[in-house]
């Protein structure tokens, strides 16, 4: 199991099946509308329109099935309107990892020219320098970006919640959004930094930028959609917190020592880029882990010096350090679950998701 496929233990395999099923189909709804808009504004916005949607595609919904178990397991029984705030997030983490792409100067993902690349690609086929098209590329990304942010907040207000609810949720989105921005900021300002971040500020990064959109936010949505109690509220934001910090760890020992051909990510990548990660951070404090040192943020890295530097990791505990670490967060969460006001039905429908993050670490 590996981090990057959580969404599998979320509920039944039917009842995943099922809510992504209505995710997807209020996703399609909005862009079909989205497309129409566009055709009355031009043919290149029509495109636009046409690659957002398809950098939608091909995910799991993970996000949003962390809404829809939440509200499911809390007795929530409007499909239409969970499904609405489940899609709000998924064009909440479409937006981000647009302009992250666009931030990190990458026109790849999962194996195939991004957003960005697809734009930067067009334009250098129609002859543009490799500057403007690549500026071309950027350009287009931003402009995305910013459409299905707005999309997120849009979606909900146009879920059906009630007034109340809704100014709530939107409360929520809002603190995601902004908790995501400033863990963005703080990761730049460490890849620019020449000395390296402590493994308790990357932590406070990665929580900022990942775990409080991925999991604390909506997990939190899904409560109040619900109307549960605002004690139950609180615990699933503190689960989603310490769940979140724990996937992260493990998405970063992913990155490393994962398998290409499961996670569907290069294993040098992090690596070449000197991504600041627990694992690297806890390294750099270990003489062992000198010789290799130099090594990580190679842009050039070779898959020989890649194998050297992930030996170094093991031999100086940073490998070691970053999985109990991982326990540790998944642990934590385990702990909010057991808590007596935890219905029973929220704590087997999540339970199994601390048990996929422990099991990728055992």
Known sequence: MEARG??????????????QADVDIVLARWFDLARRRAELLGPEYVALWDELRASTEGGKRFRPLMVLSAYAALGGTDRDAAASVGAAFELLHTALIVHDDVIDRDFIRRGGPNLAGAYRDRALAAGASEADAEHRGISAAVIAGDLALTGAYRMIERSGAADHVRSRLLEVMDEALFASAAGELIDVDFAAAVEMPRVDDILSMERLKT????????????????????????????????????YQIVDDLLGVFGHESETGKTTVGDLREGKRTVLVSYATTSEVFDPVRHLVGKADLSDAEAELVRRALVACGAKGFAEGLARYYANRALARLVEPHVPAGLRTELHPLADAVLGRVR
């Open 6 to 19: 959580l969404s599998d233990v979320v509920g039944s395999p039917a009842a995943a099946r099922e809510r």
């Open 211 to 246: 775990a409080v959109y991925s999991f604390e936010g909506p997990l939190q949505a899904g409560g109040i959609l619900a109307g549960a109690p605002e004690e139950t509220i609180t615990t699933l934001g503190d689960f989603g917190r310490e769940i979140g910090i724990a």
